[in-house]
């Protein structure tokens, strides 16, 4: 069985490789960068498949050497290798398994990342603040480039708003675990009396729409510019290069002060458009998946408890998955990894469990 559907992924393979050199395809921007895409997909799981035939084909060819071997030192060898390939037959066997469940297709775009503080006034900012601190440094470790595109400072400091852009590798697929409220247990800075507040900040992390992806009239878009601010309101300069776009039929707002220049703003402030009206779609299903999955309800129900942030106890606690880390100074600093794998870990077993029940 396994073989037969490894069999059609080649064959898909192979018609994808001729087809993205053919001059017709190539002059269709939007075709050739789907099948570059997928062609780039499939990669993976045909190494995987060709690692499992020629693992088969040794396995057959050393248990056929222990049953006809008189030797005995070459039946050792035999056995050796038949111990040495069947649990790697096995494992690849799961790989795969995994492999052909089909992936989110947004998976591998960039993304998107909106903090907000949430209940608690301005100790929900302060923590917003540090949570973009937090991601600012994990995009480093990961060599991602992270773009601030719009910003609305607390009042006590952190942000009471701060959406960026976040270009790499995948990195929605990475990033799509940190979608809901994130909850913070702490003795705030504000707070004189040393009693332990809890706070919240929500984080969306939105997929960014590319350019064929979706396609907006200019009709439905209202421009407004005004002067960029910076702390506490005061003007950075007197030109009006901020943007702001109204989509008219969603009623989507969005707006893009980092630039300088006012059509660089423009163009950035368009392109978050974009992604905010795909996302409309994109929403539907993740309600779909998030009602499947417990570590996508996140992103499905941005409105969901995922993570607690505890200082008296120097801990953290994805409440997806139930897992507790006792290392909040370096999860801080950025050290989010290992939580973002066993969630990834939890998603794919579930993954698995459903396609075995089709």
């Known amino acids: 069985m396994i073989i037969e559907k490894l069999q059609g992924v080649r064959d898909r393979y192979k018609v994808i490789s001729e087809q993205i050199t053919d001059p017709d395809v190539m002059?269709?921007?939007?075709?050739?960068?789907?099948?570059?895409?997928?062609?780039?997909?499939?990669?993976?799981?045909?190494?995987?498949?060709?690692?499992?035939?020629?693992?088969?084909?040794?396995?057959?060819?050393?248990k056929d050497m222990f049953s006809k071997e008189k030797d005995d030192d070459m039946k050792e060898m035999a056995r050796?290798?038949?111990?040495?390939?069947?649990?790697?037959?096995?494992?690849?066997?799961?790989?795969?398994?995994?492999l052909l469940i089909p992936a989110d297709p947004q998976d591998a775009k960039n993304a998107i990342v909106e903090i907000r503080g949430g209940a608690g006034g301005?100790?929900?900012?302060?923590?917003?603040?540090?949570?973009?601190?937090?991601?600012?440094?994990?995009?480093?470790r990961r060599g991602w480039k992270a773009e601030i595109t719009n910003q609305s400072e607390g009042t006590a400091g952190g942000f009471k708003e701060i959406v960026i852009k976040v270009i790499g590798e995948g990195v929605y697929g990475v990033l799509k675990y940190e979608s809901g409220v994130h909850r913070?247990?702490?003795?705030?800075?504000?707070?004189?009396?040393?009693?332990?507040?809890?706070?919240?900040?929500?984080?969306a992390v939105l997929?960014?729409?590319?350019?064929?992806?979706?396609?907006?009239?200019?009709?439905?878009?209202r421009k407004d510019t005004f002067c960029s601010s910076g702390p506490g309101g005061?003007?950075?300069?007197?030109?009006?290069?901020?943007i702001r776009l109204t989509h008219i039929p969603s009623g989507i707002v969005v707006q893009c002060q980092d630039q300088k220049s006012q059509l660089k703003?423009?163009?950035?402030?368009?392109?978050?458009?974009?992604?905010?009206?795909?996302?409309?779609?994109?929403?539907?299903?993740?309600?779909?998946?998030?009602?499947?999955?417990?570590?996508?309800?996140?992103?499905?129900d941005r409105s969901a408890k995922i993570r607690t942030y505890n200082y008296p106890q120097g801990r953290v606690t994805d409440h997806r998955i139930g897992y507790t880390m006792h290392n909040l100074p370096t999860f801080l600093d950025g050290d989010i990894q290992e939580a973002l794998d066993k969630l990834q870990f939890a998603e794919n077993a579930e993954r698995l469990e459903a396609a075995s029940k089709e």
């Open 122 to 140: 301005d100790e929900a900012a302060i923590f917003a603040g540090d949570l973009m601190r937090m991601y600012l440094k994990f995009f480093e």
């Open 207 to 221: 997929p960014e729409a590319e350019e064929f992806d979706i396609e907006i009239k200019t009709d439905d878009i």
């Open 80 to 98: 050796g290798e038949i111990e040495e390939l069947e649990p790697r037959i096995s494992q690849l066997e799961e790989e795969i398994k995994l």
């Open 27 to 62: 002059s269709d921007m939007k075709r050739y960068i789907q099948l570059s895409r997928e062609y780039k997909e499939l990669g993976p799981i045909v190494k995987a498949a060709d690692d499992y035939v020629t693992a088969s084909s040794n396995l057959q060819a050393a």
């Open 184 to 203: 913070v247990q702490r003795v705030p800075q504000t707070e004189t009396q040393g009693r332990v507040h809890t706070s919240a900040a929500s984080v």
């Open 234 to 242: 005061q003007s950075v300069n007197t030109t009006y290069s901020a």
């Open 265 to 300: 703003n423009y163009d950035k402030a368009f392109a978050e458009l974009r992604t905010r009206i795909y996302n409309l779609e994109y929403q539907k299903y993740l309600d779909e998946i998030s009602s499947k999955r417990k570590t996508m309800v996140s992103t499905g």
